[in-house]
């Protein structure tokens, strides 16, 4: 999971400065085109630049810095430091920053928040038009600056229900490819996103999968993997939980860097301070959680997983887990 720093201290000390707050008496989703325009300049128009990415938890945060270069018609490279590691990345995605969302994504944020414009302020030294997603009682659940000169979003914020921000991604420093005068290059949304084509088969053969999670998360991909794993993804067009599931018996004895908490009676394996990865075993099976989302979420939907034997719900899934980490693009 590509995480980074954007600025010290706790999710409490963060300032969202710039931005405007929307018209209470607006009911319409104002800002869902802007954000649709700069999703589309995520991935048409041609940049570089360095990208802090921070996110929080209970026990602390994560980070690291990402040197990132977007070519139209090949795609975007990311490099993430200090590791030097470069790979691929959709920009609809986690490891892609979650910053240029597919048509498919779009629809499922439309569903489950209020996109509104929110005004006009500043980021990474550039001219932004702002953007705020609302939840139905009207708390922010996330804020974008989105480049006024028909580039990308320049900063992204999500928020806990609490209204603490819990996850950044915000440009220090952004170089634009020129553009024809008049001409601004524009490529359809990626159509992708949903990957339900193995449910008829998974259903006909007796599974029973949940269409949703708590957090208004819901189902976007179902694959079984040659090596034997389900996996499961789940959105609420802002965060991404993703879910493995093995049968077997968790070996906690070679669970290196993680470490045990109970949970209304149940055993969670985790791994990080920000309480992103998860795993525990239940019912002759094995849970794996990797997250991009807020605590509260993540909790909730771990807590709606198998924690006992429930073999009426989760059985007959697949073997093996050596391809896990494929969660970090789980949209393309």
């Known amino acids: ?44 128009r041609g940049y570089s630049g360095t990208q802090y990415v921070t996110v929080w938890g209970a026990s602390g945060s994560t980070s690291a810095v ?17 590791s030097g590691s470069v790979q ?10 979650m910053s240029s969302p597919s048509e498919a994504m779009l629809e499922v944020l439309a569903r489950n928040y209020r996109v509104v414009a929110a005004g006009e302020g500043h980021a990474c030294g550039r001219p932004a038009r702002l953007v705020n997603v609302l939840r139905a009682d009207g708390t922010v659940a996330a804020r974008y600056w989105i480049d006024k000169a028909a580039g990308p979003v320049l900063r992204r914020e999500l928020m806990d ?15 634009l490819a020129p553009v024809t005068k008049g001409v601004v290059p524009t490529v359809p949304l990626a159509a992708g996103g949903l990957d339900l084509v193995e449910m008829p088969r998974l259903l006909a053969a007796g599974w029973r999968i949940p269409r949703a999670l708590p957090g208004r998360l819901e189902l976007f991909a179902v694959r079984s993997a040659p ?21 077997g018996v968790l070996d906690e004895d070679h669970l290196q860097g993680w470490h ?4 209304s009676g ?25 997250a991009d989302a807020p605590a509260d979420m993540v909790d909730a939907a771990v807590a ?27 949209f393309g």
Do not use: K
């Open 66 to 82: 990402l040197e990132v270069r977007n070519v139209p018609g090949t795609g975007m490279t990311v490099r993430t430091e200090p």
């Open 227 to 247: 090596a034997g794993y389900l996996y499961l993804g789940y959105s609420d067009g802002l965060s991404v939980v993703s879910v493995f599931v093995q049968p």
């Open 266 to 290: 149940h055993t969670i394996w985790i791994r990080g301070p920000v309480g992103q990865e998860m795993i525990w075993a239940s019912g002759g099976h094995v849970y794996t959680v990797f």
């Open 88 to 97: 691929s990345a959709d920009p609809g995605t986690p490891a892609g920053g």
């Open 1 to 44: 999971m590509l995480l980074g720093l954007v600025t010290g201290g706790t999710a409490h000390a963060v300032r969202t400065s710039h931005a405007i707050p929307p018209d209470e008496a607006e009911n319409e989703d104002t800002g869902l085109h802007l954000l649709r325009e700069a999703a589309v300049a995520g991935r048409a």
């Open 161 to 175: 229900a609490r209204g603490r921000v819990v996850s950044v991604g915000a440009f220090v420093d952004l170089t």
């Open 304 to 330: 709606a997983l198998p924690h006992e034997h429930v073999p009426d719900l989760w059985t007959r899934l697949g073997r093996g887990a050596s391809r896990l980490l494929s969660w970090v693009n789980p």
């Open 260 to 263: 045990a908490e109970r949970r």
